[in-house]
Antibody
Framework: EVQLVESGGGLVKPGGFLRLSCTASGFTFSDYSMNWVRQAPGKGLEWVSSISSGSNYIYYADSVQGRFTISRDNARNSLYLQMNSLRAEDTAVYYC?????????????WGQGTMVTVSS | DIQMTQSPSSLSASVGDRVTITCRASQSISNYLNWYQQKPGKAPKLLIYTASTLQIGVPSRFSGSGSGTDFTLTISSLQPEDFATYYCHQSYTTPWTFGQGTKVEIK
C-alpha cells in the first residue's frame, strides 16, 4: 500500500524548534518530489516547502523562509522538516504530500498529518 | 504569487443536486489546476488534476473544466459522502497556492 506517515509533532514554546519526519512506503520514494503542507486550526491549506527527488531543487513559502529547512534521505525513504524559531502562527497540522510530474505536480498522496502547537 | 479565489466559500445543497464550484487564478496557469476534497479530521484527497483529469478511483460524478484563469469543479449528483470542503490548487509555479476552500453542507 502506498503510504506516508508523519511524526514528530508536539507542543513547543515560541522560539523553540521541532523536527518533523515523514516515512514513505509502497512506492519508489526517490522518484518523487515531496512537499510539506500545513493547515492551521479551522483554516485552509498552506503550502510550506518542496524538495525535488534528488534534493537539487528546494523551495519555501515566504512565511517560513530562513526558519524551516526541508531535507530528505532517499536511502531511508524519509522526508524531514526542521522547524526553528517557531511562532504561534506556525501552529497547524503538518502534512507531507507526494507530487508527480505525470499529474503536473498535483499532490496525489498525503500523510495523515502531525499536529504542531506553538504556545507558552 | 498567484492568488487562487474560490466561490462560493460555502453552499448548502441536497442529495441529488448538481453542484458547481469555481476557482479563479490571478494570472494564467494553463491547466496546472488541481482539486482536493477534505473531510473533517482527515487529510485532503486528490480528486482532479490538470484541470479535468479524474484521479484513479474517484467517482465519475466529479468533473473539472477550465484553462487559463477560470476553472470549475462540478458534482453532477451530490451524494451523502460528498459533504466536505473542496480546495483548488495551482501547481504552475512556486509558491504553490490553494484557494480558500468551499464547504459543501447539507441543506
Amino acid at each position: 500500500e502506498v503510504q506516508l506517515v508523519e511524526s514528530g509533532g508536539g507542543l513547543v514554546k515560541p522560539g523553540g524548534f521541532l523536527r518533523l519526519s515523514c516515512t514513505a512506503s509502497g512506492f519508489t520514494f526517490s522518484d518523487y518530489s515531496m512537499n510539506w503542507v500545513r493547515q492551521a486550526p479551522g483554516k485552509g491549506l498552506e503550502w510550506v516547502s518542496s524538495i525535488s527527488s534528488g534534493s537539487n531543487y528546494i523551495y519555501y513559502a515566504d512565511s517560513v523562509q530562513g526558519r524551516f529547512t526541508i531535507s530528505r534521505d532517499n536511502a531511508r525513504n524519509s522526508l524531514y522538516l526542521q522547524m526553528n524559531s517557531l511562532r504561534a502562527e506556525d501552529t497547524a497540522v503538518y502534512y507531507c504530500a507526494r507530487a508527480t510530474r505525470l499529474s503536473l505536480d498535483a499532490f496525489d498522496i498525503w500523510g495523515q498529518g502531525t499536529m504542531v502547537t506553538v504556545s507558552s | 504569487d498567484i492568488q487562487m479565489t474560490q466561490s462560493p466559500s460555502s453552499l448548502s445543497a441536497s442529495v441529488g443536486d448538481r453542484v458547481t464550484i469555481t476557482c479563479r487564478a490571478s494570472q494564467s496557469i494553463s491547466n496546472y489546476l488541481n482539486w482536493y476534497q477534505q473531510k473533517p479530521g482527515k487529510a485532503p484527497k486528490l480528486l482532479i488534476y490538470t484541470a479535468s483529469t479524474l484521479q484513479i478511483g474517484v467517482p465519475s460524478r466529479f468533473s473539472g473544466s477550465g484553462s487559463g484563469t477560470d476553472f470549475t469543479l462540478t458534482i453532477s449528483s451530490l451524494q451523502p459522502e460528498d459533504f466536505a470542503t473542496y480546495y483548488c490548487h495551482q501547481s504552475y509555479t512556486t509558491p504553490w497556492t490553494f484557494g480558500q476552500g468551499t464547504k459543501v453542507e447539507i441543506k
